[in-house]
T-cell receptor, first 119, second 112 residues
Framework: GAVVSQHPSWVICKSGTSVKIECRSLDFQATTMFWYRQFPKQSLMLMATSNEGSKATYEQGVEKDKFLINHASLTLSTLTVTSAHPEDSSFYIC???????????????FGPGTRLTVL | QKEVEQNSGPLSVPEGAIASLNCTYSDRGSQSFFWYRQYSGKSPELIMFIYSNGDKEDGRFTAQLNKASQYVSLLIRDSQPSDSATYLCAVLPQGGGNKLTFGTGTQLKVEL
């Protein structure tokens, strides 16, 4: 399958600081990327849909000014958690959508995730 | 009612047995259905997808879809300890564009 990378894989920061997480599709172009958050023992919660060259679409209840998303190229999307607080501590996972090929469907490939801990 | 429902488990099966994981969804117009496996502390990886009624087999995995009953299942034959993980059912709703809706996952434990 296709490869999606995330950086960093984990980060610990102080309350009030900002953290940037990168998501890259390494061997395909992704016009659409998704950002999820997962709390312990809970399912993936979609935060926003990121489209290359346009503003991200945020899910209800997700603060767009707090979670800044930039999809500057077909292979890179970034999520910046601004003024992070302990309640923002979570596992953040991106996925990239590869357009339908021989399989005939648009497959989503997940990055390895970034574990954020805010002290 | 949740859009995608799964029994959280844990589901325990002995090694070599068949594990049966179930998922129901509320949007009757849903188009595609996916099963992801997620190991603890890791991100999900796609195992199977299905969009037609009936069975779809891939190695030890069989996905079953019944749109009339709004039910999708995953069977794992000859279960191995390495299959122990949380299995997430995901649905592409009608009109939902590219957005997958995930269930909360079923934890599977394959015991020696």
């Amino acid at each position: 399958g296709a490869v999606v990378s995330q950086h960093p894989s984990w980060v610990i920061c102080k309350s009030g600081t900002s953290v940037k997480i990168e998501c890259r599709s390494l061997d395909f172009q992704a016009t659409t990327m998704f950002w999820y958050r997962q709390f312990p023992k809970q399912s993936l919660m979609l935060m926003a849909t990121s489209n290359e060259g346009s503003k991200a679409t945020y899910e209800q209840g997700v603060e767009k000014d707090k979670f800044l998303i930039n999809h500057a190229s077909l292979t890179l999307s970034t999520l910046t958690v601004t003024s992070a607080h302990p309640e923002d501590s979570s596992f953040y996972i991106c996925s990239a959508r590869r357009l339908a090929g021989l399989r005939g469907y648009n497959e989503q490939f997940f990055g390895p995730g970034t574990r954020l801990t805010v002290l | 009612q949740k859009e995608v429902e799964q029994n959280s488990g844990p589901l325990s099966v002995p090694e070599g047995a068949i594990a049966s994981l179930n998922c129901t969804y509320s949007d009757r117009g849903s188009q595609s259905f996916f099963w992801y496996r997620q190991y603890s502390g890791k991100s999900p990886e796609l195992i199977m997808f299905i969009y037609s009624n009936g069975d779809k087999e891939d190695g030890r995995f069989t996905a079953q879809l019944n749109k009339a009953s709004q039910y999708v299942s995953l069977l794992i034959r000859d279960s191995q300890p390495s299959d122990s993980a949380t299995y997430l059912c995901a649905v592409l709703p009608q009109g939902g564009g590219n957005k997958l809706t995930f269930g909360t996952g079923t934890q599977l434990k394959v015991e020696l």
